[in-house]
């Protein structure tokens, strides 16, 4: 009784009610869907209630083994995977640079180029989508520019297969750099300005200031930003879906547009639109850990 009595502590007790809400609401909104929607994945469900349902019947994973035999799935994978590198390659190392120069005073007018880049970010991805669209169509600004420097040129961006996807890529680069920019440039402010003016008067140039002092101090924040660019990743959907709609022949497609295909365009296929789901959580688990794992070994300190 005594062990009891010393574990049901007043602490213990404010702890746990301050704890309990967040932990129902997540498992409210996050852990019971997952959940469900892996269930789902295994059964028969073609729409209906699902609860007491007598055609409702475990298929085990057949729809994974149909998801993976889909050609439609390996290019959506694909184009993910193109937008991961955009993000994690692109996105990150131009933020870092633009925070950099900014933080440094390497240019003038840092607030106005700070301010500048960071637009796109707040504007709405539709709308964001749609101007972009109009920019790279046949009769867009895009267009006219290219007949300038090669007189006949036709644009066939968006009805290439093999041509499409890059539009969207550049639109992404240019849209979130931004929030990478902010992340880094809050995370600089926090380095101590004596330890670099130290490095500088033992005769540390810019380029050793940034590979022996910002970079590893900065190392929790990268893998951070990691994470970030590849959650964001991999549930890209409405920029896709307002500037290509996953076409010509869905070779723009993501995974998260394949999913809503599947889901809610033309005959319903909910199990496979979950299957695609659980996928896409378990394929971001894995790769966050292979970057906490890279962290781990190779990071710095921050």
């Known amino acids: 009784m005594k062990r009891v009595a010393h574990w049901w502590t007043e602490e213990r007790r404010a702890y746990l009610l301050l704890v309990l809400p967040a932990v129902a609401v997540y498992w409210a909104v996050m852990a019971f869907p997952t959940v469900f929607s892996f269930i789902l994945s295994l059964t028969s469900y073609n729409g209906g209630p699902i609860f007491n349902n007598p055609n409702i019947q475990l298929v085990g994973f057949t729809h994974y083994i149909r998801m993976f035999k889909d050609q439609y799935f390996w290019i959506s994978l694909k184009n ?156 890209s959907f409405d920029l896709l879906y307002a500037m290509t709609g996953g076409n010509p022949a869905r070779r723009t497609s993501v995974l998260a547009l394949y999913m809503y295909d599947n889901a809610f365009r033309h005959s319903p296929k909910y199990p496979l639109a979950n299957a695609i789901s659980v996928f896409m959580v378990l394929l971001s688990f894995a790769l966050i850990l292979m970057v906490r794992f890279t962290e781990a070994k190779f990071g710095g300190r921050e």
């Open 80 to 235: 993910n995977g193109l937008i991961m590198a955009v993000s994690v390659f692109g996105q990150i190392p131009l933020g870092f640079l633009f925070a950099y120069v900014i933080h440094r005073k390497l240019v003038r007018f840092g607030d106005f180029f700070q301010t500048i880049i960071y637009l796109p970010c707040v504007i709405s991805t539709i709308i964001v989508g749609r101007l972009w669209q109009s920019f790279f169509s046949p009769y867009g600004p895009f267009t006219e520019f290219m007949q300038k420097l090669q007189p006949g040129w036709e644009n066939e961006l968006f009805f290439d297969p093999n041509l499409a996807i890059l539009p969207v890529l550049f639109v992404i680069l240019w849209m979130y750099t931004g929030t990478y920019m902010i992340i880094f440039l809050a995370n600089l402010q926090k380095i101590d300005p004596a330890l670099i003016e130290a490095a500088r008067i033992d005769g540390a140039t810019e380029w050793q200031v940034l590979i022996r002092i910002m970079l590893p101090a900065l190392s929790g924040v990268i893998v951070t930003a990691c994470i970030l660019a590849i959650s964001g990743s991999l549930k």
